[in-house]
């Protein structure tokens, strides 16, 4: 079965700041996807990156970018000059190719980020 | 356009009682899911529709668990015999595309509280 890890149950940064969230997943599978869902307090999931494991490239999406190391199973995801308004639970999320009928999403246990002004 | 809408938003109920759960997903997606999402934890999923048929149902917990999509788009899931271990929220989510790394839409979920 697969899992996803998120091993940082809390971080915090400076509002402006760098930080990353870490993701590692398991998988006996070589074709995939990932996903980083943003979900803030009032618990509307939205998606904010995804990664398609075929492509070498890291997926990047304005201040939001990811480091995917296929070989070692490993999702990061920076973001860059934060703002009061990334503060959310982050949750690393995965799911093979679309076989029929095995869509679902496995989701790691989350980040709490607070951003600090 | 409306997303994706769930209710009730809060749901309380007394231990043994059935409660029934409603997504209205985006207009025109067919796929649906559902997960649960323990205080503290991430969603797990529970159960998956494309159009009317229940393609995967291998998160139910239990065969208190039903859910169903008769015509394709509102989808009911139900909780028989509610039990306290079942407090959680439960998310709805619907999809457009079947193949793909498409996007999952959230609803803003049902906060079920079993006393």
């Known amino acids: 079965a697969q899992t996803v890890t998120q091993s940082q149950p809390e971080m915090s940064v400076q509002e402006a700041e760098t930080v990353t969230l870490s993701c590692t997943y398991d998988?006996?599978?070589?074709?995939?996807?990932l996903f980083w869902y943003k979900q803030p307090p009032s618990r509307q999931m939205i998606l904010v990156i995804r990664?398609?494991?075929?492509?070498?490239q890291n997926a990047t999406e304005n201040r939001f970018s990811v480091n995917f190391q296929k070989a070692a199973k490993s999702f990061s995801l920076k973001i860059s000059d934060s703002q009061l308004g990334d503060a959310a639970m982050y949750f690393c999320?995965?799911?093979?190719?679309?076989?029929?009928?095995?869509?679902?999403?496995?989701f790691g246990t989350g980040t709490r980020l607070t951003i600090i002004p | 356009g409306a997303g994706v809408s769930q209710s009730p938003r809060y749901k309380v109920a007394k231990r043994g009682q059935d409660v029934a759960l409603r997504c209205d997903p985006i207009?025109?997606?067919?796929?649906l899911f559902w997960y649960q999402q323990a205080l503290g934890q991430g969603p797990e999923f529970l159960t998956y529709?494309?159009?009317?048929?229940?393609?995967?149902k291998s998160g139910l917990p239990s065969d208190r668990f039903f859910a169903e999509r008769p015509e394709g788009s509102v989808s009911t899931l139900k909780i028989q015999r509610t039990q306290q271990e079942d407090s959680a929220v439960y998310l709805c989510a619907s999809s457009y595309r079947t193949a793909g790394p498409y996007e999952q839409y959230f609803g803003p979920g049902t906060r079920l509280t079993v006393t």
């Open positions: 529709f494309q159009n009317e048929a229940q393609l995967d």
């Open positions: 207009s025109g997606h067919v796929s």
């Open positions: 998988t006996s599978e070589s074709d995939y996807y």
């Open positions: 999320a995965y799911r093979i190719v679309s076989n029929f009928g095995n869509e679902k999403l496995t």
């Open positions: 990664q398609e494991a075929y492509k070498q």
